[in-house]
């Protein structure tokens, strides 16, 4: 903090060296351009000197100068380069004296203080008639358009602000002697600013519009512009719809002053202005409409002409106007005419219409068309008012543009210039008020030691116009209400009687003898502060009465325009009971004005007219130095320079700039003085720059506030980004923790779910377990609650092991997976199905071929199994369909035997029945007969029918003996052979011969028959060896191996 102060010291200190430095430079070109502010006018007591440096600068086309923050404004009457883009840019942000005196500076500076002291601001313009206050106050009004933070909806309100002025100048302004511009009424306009700075809204005051000009004007001068818009610029369609033609002179209401025609005004151009504005700030083709019928219908009024008949009443003798009046205003052309012609008198009871004179209709219609254009002009500035409200009803600051109509003299004067100096008289003390009274008594008030300035107070002459009872007002409209023949001349009387000795006042009558060759007899002369103006009591009376006749007005109550229905509403309250006076209504707008002002935070614009003629170039020394002394300015200048430039109440100092100083910052514990002390202290103010009042601090010098206030705009900027960014850790913090939190609430819910589902989970298991445990205990028992779920499980987990673990052929039934003794009987039922199911599959498996061969083997099976001793062994051999391929048996053979269809040969050895001599023979098998061949001889054939039997031994020799019916002798006996594929040969012979049964497995010995009647015997024993010998009992004795 303290690093930052030290900073905030060292750029204030840079800061006052550069506002040095620019002051400097343009002090050092002061003798070309004069100096910008009359502060450093060092003969600042010097009217010459005052003046010479004005005139210094406007030659050089400079035409504002500053004394202090009051800036005074010379009209160029040319067109300056200095109110573009750029130069508003330039002046935005920027700080008084930074840069050459400017409109925009002081317009920036206003809106700035505005923003951070979020207080309202009004600017004052004043000035005589011409000297440039309207162009001033559109100037500032442009400068916040441009300046201004901008959204869609703040440009919409833009538009209208700154349209609402060409509408307001064409119905408000006309061309004066003094001004081809001049306002004609007062206006008052607050442009309202939201808390960001944008504009958001506005309203506008109008004050006094100088009516009479609708049916006079003088010459050399023009009726408001816009009935010149409206006949120049009007469209062929328009002006035929309003009855109008395009010719100016032919309007009695606008040759008066005989000048229609300006060359500083283009009409046209400003008719096409207006119609784009009005459009903008919402009005309806039809308000348009009625407007211009309205506008149109004053101009045929006015053309509207009376004459006398033989009673010398008034007659109509134009009935066109009188149409087109009629037409454009929706009143009945009969109602009309009597209005204009006749006055409505109550008697007693009744109402009795009498005619005018001439001179009195054509009073009347002036009067009307008077009243009709007034009230529009109201009317007018409220439907601006409603397009520039601002709904919304948040606070907003307020800075208003006082544009009123300047201080008046011509060579005729009237009430209107009485209502218009009596204004600027009461503005100028105001002036004096908030500037030199207050100033004085304030430096008074907080014990500052000063010397009291002298200064002019018009006190005097406001209190001789307005004061109760003796004032000129009042004794004005004493004349117009009471009874009796009160005139113009009276009123004169009057004032001669009651104020004839007050210093600002003369008469003819009253005057010296120099004076009084001066002054008609008419006249009466009052010194203003800004100088004499004679007036002519002619008009004054009824000026002030602004009488309309009460027909006048139940006539524009029959009216369809709907503005003049507006205008003249029917509540309106009738002529029994009198309306306020025109300047008693204009004294009490004014004290409104007064108050509004008093309420917000003065700055003000002294514009200056250089000369008469309207020139460019042209300062009128004696023009220039009067004005300098009626606006006041030496006084404004001697106060400012004995003076300070900036005062501020300590607490509102120490708020705003305590962030400057680390004792003060952020809090301050002692008195806001003290604080105020420390703080200015730490800044290293030096003793002449400022000074310590009972509450409040003033700084001389305006360049040590800015100073100041930019170190501030620095600190303020990193104090943001300080609080922005500790406020931003502190909001990221807290989320950091909410979402911590959060996570730890949602971890704990997590863990606490994940427990409870593993507890519960544990309990299940513990219970499971328990009721393994109880089933398993009980599980011989009879299905019983306990061991119901044990039994189901010891059933399903057998079950889902078998099924995991099921053999995989036949062959492997014997793997069939052990039941417990529960599902005992289930599994043997299992094991049957499953193997007949295998069984099942093997079947459907297996081929013709295959399937064959396994009936074969059946067969042998059912011969053999159990019988013989190398049966076992034989299964697995496989049976073929032959064992000698029929190119291996004799041709010859195969020629004898092959009709009986030789269905299997097998090579055997054939024992000689006599010594048993081995002999390899064939052995064939037809259909017929079993056939041992040798070679190509048939040895033996054997009929099947003739077969007896076969014997074999039970075991493991392959012998075979087969028994044959032998009833002759020479037939061969049975036949001894040895064959290596006894059971594939036995199988076969027992199908084809179909002598299943009569195959024999014997124990021991086999008799067979050697031929008939002669017996042998085979004898069958196991040994270690096997062999075959005849035995010496002439046995052949066959040795089989012993098979374990
Ligand atoms: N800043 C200016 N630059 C150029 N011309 C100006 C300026 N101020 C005033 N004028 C000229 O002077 C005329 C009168 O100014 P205006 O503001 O209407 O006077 P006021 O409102 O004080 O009677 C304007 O029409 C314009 O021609
Ligand atoms: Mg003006």
Not at 24 to 35: K, P, Q
Not at 40 to 62: G, P
Not at 579 to 606: A, C, D, H
Not at 747 to 761: D, Y
Request: charged letters at 25%.
């Amino acid at each position: 903090m303290t690093h930052m102060t030290l900073e905030f010291k060292e750029s204030l200190e840079e800061r006052c060296h550069q506002i040095l430095r620019n002051m400097e430079a343009s002090l050092t070109a002061r003798d070309r351009v004069g100096i910008q502010d009359f502060v450093l006018l060092d003969a600042y007591t010097s009217e010459c000197a005052f003046l010479d440096n004005l005139r210094k600068r406007f030659h050089e086309n400079i035409i504002y100068t500053y004394i202090g923050t009051l800036l005074v404004s010379v009209n160029p009457y040319k067109v300056l380069d200095i109110y573009s883009k750029k130069q508003m840019d330039t002046y935005m942000g920027v700080n008084f004296f930074e840069l050459p005196p400017h409109i925009y500076a002081l317009a920036d500076n206003v809106f700035r203080t505005m923003q951070s002291e979020f207080n309202n601001h009004f600017i004052l313009i004043s000035g005589e008639s011409g000297a440039g206050k309207t162009e001033a106050s559109k100037k500032i009004l442009q400068y916040y358009a441009v300046s201004c933070p901008s959204t869609k909806l703040l440009n919409n309100v833009r538009d209208r602000l700154l349209l609402s002025n060409p509408v307001l100048e064409a119905f408000g302004n006309a061309k004066t002697l003094k001004n081809d511009n001049s306002s004609r009424f007062g206006k008052y306009m607050d442009i309202q600013f939201d808390h960001q700075g944008g504009a958001v809204g506005g309203h506008i005051l109008s004050y006094l519009l100088e009516k009479s000009r609708v049916v006079h004007q003088n010459h050399g001068e023009r009726n408001f512009h816009i009935f010149y818009q409206l006949v120049e610029g009007g469209e062929e369609e328009l002006l035929r719809w309003l009855g109008l033609e395009r010719n100016c002179k032919n309007y009695r209401y606008l040759v008066q002053g005989d000048c229609a025609k300006v060359s500083s005004i283009n009409d046209k151009s400003d008719w096409r202005t207006v119609q784009k504005a009005l459009s903008v700030i919402d009005f309806s083709g039809n308000d348009t409409e009625n407007l211009f019928g309205i506008i149109a219908s004053v101009l045929h009024l006015g053309n509207i002409q009376f004459k006398a008949d033989s009673r010398g009443y008034a007659t109509l003798n134009n009935n066109k106007e009188m149409h087109w009046v009629s037409k454009l205003l929706g009143i009945p052309n009969q109602v009309l005419q009597q209005g204009l012609t006749h006055r409505k008198i109550e008697a007693k009871t009744e109402e009795v219409f009498s005619p005018f004179s001439v001179d009195h209709a054509v009073y009347a219609r002036d009067a009307l068309a008077k009243a009709i254009y007034g009230r529009t002009f109201n009317w007018l500035v409220n439907k601006i008012n409603e397009s520039l409200a601002n709904k919304d009803s948040s606070r907003k600051t307020v800075i208003g543009l006082l544009d009123i109509y300047g201080f008046e003299v011509f060579s005729i004067n009237s009430f209107e210039q009485f209502c218009i100096n009596y204004c600027n008289e009461k503005l100028q003390q105001l002036f004096i008020q908030l500037t030199l009274k207050s100033e004085q008594e304030e430096y008074e008030m907080e014990g500052i030691e000063w010397e009291p300035v002298p200064y002019f107070n018009n006190k005097i002459i406001c209190d001789l116009v307005e004061e109760k009872f003796r004032g000129i007002i009042s004794l004005l409209d004493e004349e117009c209400l009471r009874p009796g023949e009160a005139s113009d001349l009276t009123f004169l009387e009057k004032m001669e009687e009651k104020i004839g000795g007050h210093p600002h006042f003369v008469t003819h009558k009253l005057a010296d003898k120099s004076t009084r060759k001066t002054l008609e007899r008419g006249d009466f002369r009052l010194l203003h502060y800004a100088g004499e103006v004679t007036y002519c009591v002619v008009g004054f009376l009824d000026k002030n009465n602004d009488l309309l006749y009460r027909n006048g007005k139940e006539v524009m109550r029959q009216s369809k325009n709907s503005i003049i229905q507006h205008c003249f509403p029917a509540s309106e309250p009738d002529s029994k009971k009198r309306p306020e006076t025109v300047v008693t209504q204009f004294k009490n707008s004014l004290v409104g004005l007064t108050e509004i002002l008093m309420s917000k935070e003065p700055w003000y614009v002294r514009c200056i007219k250089p000369n008469e003629a309207k020139q460019p170039g042209q300062f009128d020394d004696v023009l220039v130095r009067h004005q300098i002394k009626y606006l006041g300015l030496m006084e404004h200048l001697r106060v400012r320079r004995a003076g300070f430039a900036y005062r501020r109440k300590y607490y509102i100092f120490l708020q705003r700039y305590k962030p400057l100083c680390p004792e003060t910052w952020p809090n301050w514990k002692g008195t806001a003085a003290e604080g105020v002390k420390c703080l200015i202290k730490h800044l290293g103010y030096r003793p002449d720059e400022y000074k310590m009042g009972r509450t409040k601090i003033f700084i001389r010098h305006p360049r040590t506030l800015f100073a100041t206030e930019d170190a501030f705009q620095v600190c303020k900027h990193k104090l943001a980004t300080t609080i922005q960014a500790k406020y931003k850790g502190y909001r990221v913090k807290g989320d950091y923790l909410k979402q911590k939190e959060a996570a730890t609430k949602i971890e704990n819910c997590w863990r606490g779910l994940m427990a409870r589902k593993e507890c519960e989970r544990r309990a299940w298991a513990v219970k499971v377990i328990k009721k393994f445990i109880k089933g398993f205990m009980t599980r011989n028992q009879p299905a019983c609650v306990d061991n119901s779920e044990y039994l189901a499980y010891v059933r399903q987990s057998y079950l889902t092991r078998l099924r995991d673990n099921l053999p995989k052929t036949v062959l492997e039934k014997d793997s069939w997976l052990t039941p417990p003794p529960l599902i005992q009987e289930a599994s043997q039922i299992l094991k049957k199905v499953y193997i007949r199911h295998m069984v099942h599959k093997y079947v459907r498996g297996i081929t013709s071929q295959r399937k064959a061969q396994l009936l074969l083997k059946e067969q042998t099976s059912s011969m053999f199994k159990g019988k013989k001793e190398s049966y076992p062994s034989s299964v697995c051999r496989p049976f073929v369909d032959t064992r000698i391929a029929l190119g291996d048996i004799n041709i010859k053979i195969l020629q004898m035997i092959q009709h009986e269809h030789i269905k299997y040969s097998v090579p055997v050895v054939k024992y000689d029945r006599n010594g048993f001599r081995p002999r390899l023979r064939q052995l064939i098998f037809t259909q017929e007969a079993a056939y041992l061949v040798e070679e190509a001889k048939i040895k033996q054939r054997i009929d099947y029918t003739s077969l007896k039997g076969v014997s074999v031994s039970n075991l493991s020799d392959s012998f075979l003996i087969l028994h044959v019916t032998c009833e002759d002798i020479r037939q061969k006996g049975d036949l001894v052979l040895q064959c290596d594929y006894l059971f594939e040969a036995l199988t076969k012979l027992s199908i084809i011969a179909d002598k299943q049964n009569c195959i024999q497995v014997v124990q021991g010995s086999v008799r067979f028959d050697i031929q008939p009647g002669r017996e042998g015997f085979v004898d069958f024993k196991s040994g270690q060896e096997s062999m075959v010998y005849r035995a010496k009992n002439g046995h052949l004795m066959v040795v089989s191996l012993e098979l374990i």
